[in-house]
């Protein structure tokens, strides 16, 4: 993987105000007085997609979480669009999480919903109109090639459609950032390559901003040396040594944010742990 | 050691009811912002109230009827057998309907609650519900709280209705009793006092059996022996704390209307 560079491809999309989408400024979270995350400071630009790595229980999840604000941090100061979700009170979250869509390890569907209702929540906790919802649901399941899954359960669903629905979730409000926290866990090799697929698609066809944590080398590689087209409707490499100039990376290491930056940083560091993760 | 244990114990206790309070505080809160939830009430009053009919029918008509079977037996003994109806209103009403109703409730729907929002917070459906910008407390917990004051309000009134009537059912066919001196005893004795601290007491124990439900479900941890947890303690603590609030009710209203 040595020698990867980033290639000509368009630059991310600047934000009217030109303010970064997420800014973390050494935030701390503790559990029980077992420390997490240690002065974790970080950024996302606008169309920008970060891939966390780290080992398991590292704190990714965590590091989502107070992302879009459902943990607050100890110390530190997180800033989403500009706002400081840190300082915020929970009535005022639920508002600006609307922008935020979120794909939860196993999906977290409401079980005793459908499809629809499931994928349309967002949409029906804002009572538009039926019809409304129905187009915009089998729109965001169309794009997860899921449309014929309308009326069906999440029982009903294998591991990956769920997965697949929730994502749809997720875009059908058409969020700025989204926040993918570890979609290919548990997944078999082809069905995660679909997973992947997908959120290639939703970084190149919308340029939305995103934070994808996950501990598949493979997966996170394949993200950033792949892009989405739109003419074959499928991801395309691409070419040798080359990377998406708006995928980076991010590693945690014992609660510690032990790398920030670029693909060909990564494959070239020299950080013991790094190598050993990536080899 | 021991005084670290005793002051652990005493601060987690601390932080419990602190927990409890800021949950039932902020779930009551919502009563009154918007969006109201009323569909969701509807659900949570048919599943609470419509759901536990079958077993609070039951209950209260083998009550009344254990309690006339009991009393008539010990009021022979004093040639006042003629007060059998007295006692089994008194009784019912006062006592037995709203403590059995609620903690028959408490059996079947504190454990239902906190099974299904522990269910719902190990699959992580909690927080993707707050990251669909949705207030849980006010989603789930809120219609849960009212749903179950109004309906246990209206179950204990047809407990005790039943209760009375099971009470007369084997004065009159198994001890050979007078239908309407029963119903007529049972009748005249109650007093506004009587009827007040019976219809005030399921209001309480509504709030107790919706609220502790609902907390030991929002703090389950731990997968699904988690869940398992939090059910019996939503059953042990809900039980508890009706019997002990029922004491206080009692004690309060004697103490103002003297009976």
């Known amino acids: ?279 | 050691m021991a005084l670290e244990t005793i002051d652990a114990a005493a601060k987690r206790g601390v932080l419990a009811v602190q927990e409890y309070a800021t949950l039932s505080g902020r779930a009551l809160g919502n009563l009154f912002r918007r969006p109201f939830y009323r569909s969701d009430i509807f659900l949570q009053a048919d599943i609470i109230g419509v759901g536990s009919l079958p077993i609070v029918i039951l209950t209260g008509f083998f009550l009344g009827g254990v309690l006339a079977l009991q009393s008539a037996s010990t009021l022979t003994q004093f040639g006042a057998t003629a007060f059998t109806g007295q006692l089994v209103s008194f009784s019912m009403i006062k006592e037995i309907g709203p403590v059995v109703t609620a903690l028959m409730v408490s059996g079947r729907n504190a454990s239902g609650m906190a099974s299904e929002l522990g269910s719902m917070i190990v699959t992580e459906q909690i927080d993707a519900m707050r990251a669909l910008g949705t207030d849980p407390l006010k989603k789930l917990v809120m219609p849960r709280i009212v749903a179950t004051v109004v309906m246990l309000f209206f179950l204990v009134i047809l407990s005790d209705a039943v209760g009375i009537f099971g009470g007369g059912f084997v004065s009159v066919i198994m001890l050979g009793q007078d239908g309407s001196q029963y119903f007529h005893t049972a009748y005249q004795s109650l007093a506004f006092p009587d009827i007040l601290q019976g219809l005030v007491k399921p209001v309480f124990f509504g709030l107790i059996i919706a609220t502790i439900g609902c907390y030991f479900g929002m703090k389950t941890r731990g997968g699904t022996q988690g869940v398992g947890r939090s059910t019996t303690q939503a059953v042990v603590w809900s039980s508890i704390l009706i019997i002990t609030c029922d004491f206080l009710i009692s004690r309060t209203l004697i103490g103002i209307f003297g009976r």
Do not use: C
Not at chain 1, 16 to 45: H, N, Y
Not at chain 1, 228 to 242: A, D, I, K, R, Y
């Open chain 1, 1 to 279: 993987m040595t020698g990867v560079a980033t290639n000509g491809a368009t630059p991310p999309r600047p934000s009217p105000s030109g303010e970064p989408v997420v800014v973390f400024e050494d935030v701390s979270i503790a559990f029980d007085q077992k420390p997490v995350l240690e002065s974790v400071s970080f950024q996302v630009r606008h169309g920008e997609t970060r891939i966390l790595l780290g080992p398991a229980g590292v704190g990714k999840s965590v590091l989502l979480k107070l992302t879009n604000g459902l943990l607050r941090p100890d110390s530190g100061r997180i800033f989403v669009f500009g706002k400081e979700i840190s300082a915020m009170r929970e009535e005022d979250l639920f508002e600006l999480r609307g922008a935020i869509g979120t794909v939860f390890q196993e999906g977290a569907l409401f079980d005793s919903l459908t499809v629809r209702d499931n994928v349309g929540y967002r949409l029906l906790e804002e009572h538009i109109s039926e019809d409304e919802i129905t187009s915009r649901v089998t729109e965001a399941l169309r794009f997860v090639e899921l449309e014929h899954t309308l009326y069906q359960f999440p029982s009903q669903l294998s591991g990956g459609m769920r997965r697949r629905v929730a994502i749809a979730r997720a875009i059908v409000t058409h969020p700025q950032l989204i926040l993918y926290d570890s979609p290919t866990g548990g997944l078999d090799p082809i069905t995660s390559t679909t997973i992947i697929e997908l959120v290639m698609k939703q970084r190149d066809v919308s340029h939305t901003s995103s934070i994808v944590v996950t501990h598949r080398l493979q997966d996170a590689f394949m993200l950033a040396t792949h892009h989405f087209s739109t003419e074959e409707n499928h991801m395309v490499p691409l070419g040798e040594h080359q990377a998406d100039p708006n995928t980076s990376f991010m590693m945690l290491h014992q609660g510690r944010l032990v790398f920030d930056g670029t693909t060909a940083e990564l494959v070239n560091s020299s950080d013991p742990f790094i190598r050993s993760y990536i080899e």
